[in-house]
Protein backbone atom coordinates (compact mmCIF):
# COMPACT_ATOMS: atom_id res chain seq x y z
CA UNK A 1 0.00 0.00 0.00
CA UNK A 2 0.74 3.59 -0.43
CA UNK A 3 -0.32 6.42 1.48
CA UNK A 4 -0.61 10.14 0.32
CA UNK A 5 -0.63 13.10 2.15
CA UNK A 6 -1.62 16.88 0.77
CA UNK A 7 -0.18 19.40 2.81
CA UNK A 8 -0.05 23.16 1.57
CA UNK A 9 -3.75 24.45 0.59
CA UNK A 10 -5.45 27.70 2.13
CA UNK A 11 -6.78 31.21 1.37
CA UNK A 12 -5.66 33.35 -0.84
CA UNK A 13 -6.50 35.90 -2.94
CA UNK A 14 -7.57 36.18 -6.74
CA UNK A 15 -4.42 36.24 -8.86
CA UNK A 16 -1.91 34.66 -5.54
CA UNK A 17 -0.21 31.88 -5.75
CA UNK A 18 0.37 28.24 -3.43
CA UNK A 19 2.12 25.48 -3.80
CA UNK A 20 0.52 22.13 -2.55
CA UNK A 21 2.65 19.42 -1.57
CA UNK A 22 2.23 15.35 -1.41
CA UNK A 23 4.25 13.19 0.56
CA UNK A 24 4.02 9.21 0.13
CA UNK A 25 5.35 6.62 2.04
CA UNK A 26 4.64 3.14 2.22
CA UNK A 27 5.49 0.62 -0.61
CA UNK A 28 6.97 3.82 -2.68
CA UNK A 29 8.97 1.89 -5.29
CA UNK A 30 5.64 0.59 -6.85
CA UNK A 31 4.59 4.26 -7.97
CA UNK A 32 5.17 5.23 -11.54
CA UNK A 33 2.88 7.85 -12.52
CA UNK A 34 1.49 10.77 -10.03
CA UNK A 35 -1.78 13.41 -10.63
CA UNK A 36 -3.37 15.68 -9.25
CA UNK A 37 -7.56 16.15 -9.22
CA UNK A 38 -9.38 18.39 -8.14
CA UNK A 39 -13.25 18.50 -7.04
CA UNK A 40 -15.70 21.35 -6.01
CA UNK A 41 -18.95 21.17 -4.22
CA UNK A 42 -21.42 19.53 -6.23
CA UNK A 43 -19.07 18.87 -9.15
CA UNK A 44 -17.67 15.96 -10.33
CA UNK A 45 -13.87 15.20 -9.48
CA UNK A 46 -12.09 16.33 -12.36
CA UNK A 47 -8.08 15.99 -13.67
CA UNK A 48 -5.38 18.78 -13.05
CA UNK A 49 -2.13 17.43 -14.05
CA UNK A 50 0.36 14.24 -14.30
CA UNK A 51 3.29 13.05 -14.53
CA UNK A 52 5.65 10.43 -15.25
CA UNK A 53 7.85 8.50 -12.86
CA UNK A 54 10.95 10.34 -14.21
CA UNK A 55 9.42 13.92 -14.34
CA UNK A 56 9.93 13.61 -17.91
CA UNK A 57 6.42 13.53 -19.25
CA UNK A 58 3.77 15.87 -17.76
CA UNK A 59 -0.14 16.57 -18.67
CA UNK A 60 -2.16 19.17 -17.80
CA UNK A 61 -6.17 20.00 -18.18
CA UNK A 62 -7.02 23.03 -20.55
CA UNK A 63 -8.14 25.27 -17.53
CA UNK A 64 -4.72 25.26 -15.77
CA UNK A 65 -2.57 25.16 -18.29
CA UNK A 66 0.64 28.07 -18.39
CA UNK A 67 -0.81 28.48 -14.58
CA UNK A 68 0.12 25.58 -12.74
CA UNK A 69 3.15 22.91 -12.87
CA UNK A 70 3.78 19.63 -11.49
CA UNK A 71 6.74 18.60 -10.36
CA UNK A 72 8.48 15.53 -8.27
CA UNK A 73 10.96 14.67 -6.38
CA UNK A 74 11.80 11.02 -5.89
CA UNK A 75 14.25 10.88 -3.50
CA UNK A 76 11.48 12.74 -1.34
CA UNK A 77 9.33 10.60 -2.54
CA UNK A 78 6.64 13.69 -3.11
CA UNK A 79 4.74 15.28 -5.95
CA UNK A 80 4.30 19.21 -6.39
CA UNK A 81 1.80 20.92 -7.80
CA UNK A 82 2.56 25.03 -8.04
CA UNK A 83 -0.29 27.14 -8.49
CA UNK A 84 -0.24 30.85 -10.05
CA UNK A 85 -2.39 33.46 -11.11
CA UNK A 86 -4.94 31.65 -9.40
CA UNK A 87 -8.90 32.60 -10.08
CA UNK A 88 -12.21 31.80 -7.89
CA UNK A 89 -12.87 29.39 -9.74
CA UNK A 90 -10.05 26.98 -8.67
CA UNK A 91 -11.82 26.59 -5.46
CA UNK A 92 -11.75 23.29 -4.35
CA UNK A 93 -10.46 20.50 -2.75
CA UNK A 94 -7.53 19.18 -4.17
CA UNK A 95 -6.30 15.58 -4.15
CA UNK A 96 -2.82 13.91 -4.81
CA UNK A 97 -2.73 10.45 -6.71
CA UNK A 98 -0.57 7.55 -7.42
CA UNK A 99 -0.62 4.82 -9.39
CA UNK A 100 1.25 1.33 -9.78
CA UNK A 101 0.83 0.39 -13.57
CA UNK A 102 2.64 2.12 -16.58
CA UNK A 103 1.11 4.92 -18.51
CA UNK A 104 0.57 8.69 -17.12
CA UNK A 105 -3.07 8.88 -17.16
CA UNK A 106 -5.43 11.82 -17.02
CA UNK A 107 -8.64 10.12 -15.71
CA UNK A 108 -9.09 9.19 -11.77
CA UNK A 109 -9.99 5.51 -12.08
CA UNK A 110 -6.58 4.59 -13.71
CA UNK A 111 -5.35 5.68 -9.97
CA UNK A 112 -4.89 3.39 -7.29
CA UNK A 113 -3.78 5.77 -4.04
CA UNK A 114 -5.63 8.81 -3.02
CA UNK A 115 -4.65 10.94 -0.01
CA UNK A 116 -7.58 12.71 1.86
CA UNK A 117 -7.02 16.24 -0.07
CA UNK A 118 -6.99 19.73 0.71
CA UNK A 119 -8.89 22.41 0.55
CA UNK A 120 -8.00 25.72 -1.46
CA UNK A 121 -9.83 28.72 -1.43
CA UNK A 122 -9.92 31.68 -3.84
CA UNK A 123 -11.50 34.55 -2.79
CA UNK A 124 -12.46 37.29 -5.69
Known amino acids: QVQLVESGGGLVQTGGSLRLSCAASGRTFSMNAMGWFRQAPGKEREFIASISSSGGTTYYADSVKGRFTISRDNAKNAVYLQMNSLKPEDTAVYYC?????????????????WGQGTQVTVSS
Open 97 to 113: AARNRIGVPTTSLAYDY
